[in-house]
């Protein structure tokens, strides 16, 4: 079992930047696939970023690709996600995801175990 607590959400301006951060328990966080996935009013929830377990490998949505950063310590049983140049389509909400196995390049918020409650990101123009 992994418990995901989702931080550093907040109100921010178009072009500014922001990381959150998601906090999971257990010992075995190293094990576990990590992704963010974030969700806007009336939206189906999108994939946004996955990393492997030891961080090695990552994939990123198209959308985010370049601007946006994931990277896991796993010293400190964390994954990161940080947000450059944010833009008026970027608010939603970022929901933390971790899975045993899955591939690398998974887009799909059902191949996902377990969730945080998610944290609110929210840009103005």
């Known amino acids: 079992q992994v418990q995901l607590v989702e931080s550093g959400g907040g109100l921010v301006q178009a072009g500014d930047s922001l990381r959150v951060s998601c906090a999971a328990s257990g010992r075995t966080f190293g094990s576990y696939f990590m992704a963010w996935f974030r969700q806007a009013p009336g939206k189906e929830r999108e994939f946004v970023a996955a990393?492997?377990?030891?961080?090695?490998?990552?994939n990123y949505a198209d959308s985010v690709k370049g601007p946006f950063t994931i990277s896991r310590g796993n010293a400190k049983n964390t994954v990161y996600l940080q947000m450059n140049t944010l833009k008026p389509d970027d608010p939603a909400v970022y929901y933390c995801?971790?899975?045993?196995?899955?591939?690398?390049?998974?887009?799909?918020?059902?191949?996902?175990?377990?969730w945080g409650q998610g944290t609110q990101v929210t840009v103005s123009s």
């Open positions: 990393i492997s377990g030891r961080g090695f490998s990552t």
């Open positions: 995801a971790a899975a045993a196995r899955v591939p690398i390049r998974t887009m799909t918020p059902g191949a996902y175990d377990y």
